[in-house]
Structure formats: C-alpha cells, structure tokens
T-cell receptor, first 109, second 114 residues
C-alpha cells in the first residue's frame, strides 16, 4: 500500500477553514483515500472517503487532483471541538487499514 | 445506543497475569477488528474476524488470542501479560471486510501492566 505523508501538527483559530494535505505518491489504481478523526481518549471516527475529484459531506470536503498523488481534507469554519488527530489513509478493498502518525490539529479561540 | 462497546474501560494488572477484554457491536456488521494504540499513539491492526472467521493476524504474539463466539462479539484474551502490552486497545467493526468499508471504533480499553 502507498505510504502517506502529512504534517505532524497544525494550528488554527475558531472560524477559520483548515486544509490538511496528504501525499500518497505511490497510490494504486484501486486504492481509495480515507480520512479518520480521533479525539483524545476516543477511538477513531470515519470522516470522508474519495477516489477522485471532490467529495463533500456534512463534516468536510476532500479534494483529490487528477494524478491522485495527494489529497486535501478541508474543514470549514473549525471550532474548538475540532481539535483532534486527523489520519489520512490509503485504503484498498480486502486489506487492513494502516494508520500513520496523523496530523494533530489544535484550534484556539 | 452504543454501536461498539468495550469492557472494561480501564484495566490495571500485574505482569504475568491473564486478562480478557470484551467487545460487542450492535450494528449488524460482519467484520470485527482489534487494534492496539501504544504510548506513541501509533494505531496498529492486530486481528480481524469476518463472520467468526479469522481474516487478519498481524504478527501478534500468540499470547494474544481473539475469540468470536458470534459475529456481534469479539473478545481479546491476553496470557502472561508483559510491560510492553500496556496500551489502549480498540475494537472496531465494519459491514464489509476491507479497508474501504467504514470502520466504527469502540471507546477503547486502557490496559496498564505493572
């Protein structure tokens, strides 16, 4: 599976839009890009998954360029409660989820 | 209703003891997993079961033995506990058996081995 690289940490203020970019240069044709969120002392929670172009749900948007070698998770107007670790994963059917170090997002008032 | 539940939430024990962690999901999913998150926050798959059948066993010491009495339950039994077993253990479930299926995680069990 393709290795993912994302920033170790990011800081933001309430009300701002946060974009977390993940690179996955060796992504394969049948791989999907998946993002999970983990709050302190809780299990990870699925945020969004996409294959190409743009995917949007009530929580976030995921932008994937045509070459699929990177992706950007966009969180609109973050609040203090969005402080968490965000994991970018390359997912392939029939295989296990491989979590990396994730990006620790800290939102301040 | 809690989708994926684990008991106990905290477990403190001595080296050499045997302990079990229980997991139950009420989502009707076919696949269940155990993950270990160590002190450095790395989250790693240990096992996955699909309809009570072991699918993934990721080089985990054989002191760890998962047991699935039915597809709604996946328990983790650990023999001869070691200091390095201290971690948070998460149970998860998904409808399908692959990484592309959304996994629902439990609240975790923090195991401390003294």
């Amino acid at each position: 599976l393709a290795k993912t690289t994302q920033p170790i940490s990011m800081d933001s203020y309430e009300g701002q839009e946060v974009n977390i970019t993940c690179s996955h240069n060796n992504i394969a044709t049948n791989d999907y890009i998946t993002w999970y969120q983990q709050f302190p002392s809780q299990g990870p929670r699925f945020i969004i998954q996409g294959y190409k172009t743009k995917v949007t749900n009530e929580v976030a948007s995921l932008f994937i360029p045509a070459d699929r070698k990177s992706s950007t998770l966009s969180l609109p107007r973050v609040s203090l409660s969005d402080t968490a670790v965000y994991y970018c994963l390359v997912a392939r059917a029939g295989t296990a989820l491989i979590f990396g170090k994730g990006t620790t997002l800290s939102v301040s008032s | 209703d809690t989708a994926v539940s684990q008991t106990p939430k905290y477990l403190v024990t001595q080296m050499g003891n045997d302990k079990s962690i229980k997991c139950e999901q009420n989502l009707g999913h076919d696949t269940m997993y155990w993950y270990k998150q160590d002190s450095k926050k790395f989250l790693k798959i240990m096992f996955s079961y699909n309809n009570k059948e072991l699918i993934i066993n990721e080089t985990v010491p054989n002191r760890f033995s998962p047991k699935s009495p039915d597809k709604a339950h996946l328990n983790l039994h650990i023999n001869s506990l070691e200091l390095g077993d201290s971690a948070v253990y998460f149970c998860a479930s998904s409808q399908g058996g692959g990484a592309t299926d959304t996994q629902y995680f439990g609240p975790g069990t923090r195991l401390t081995v003294l």
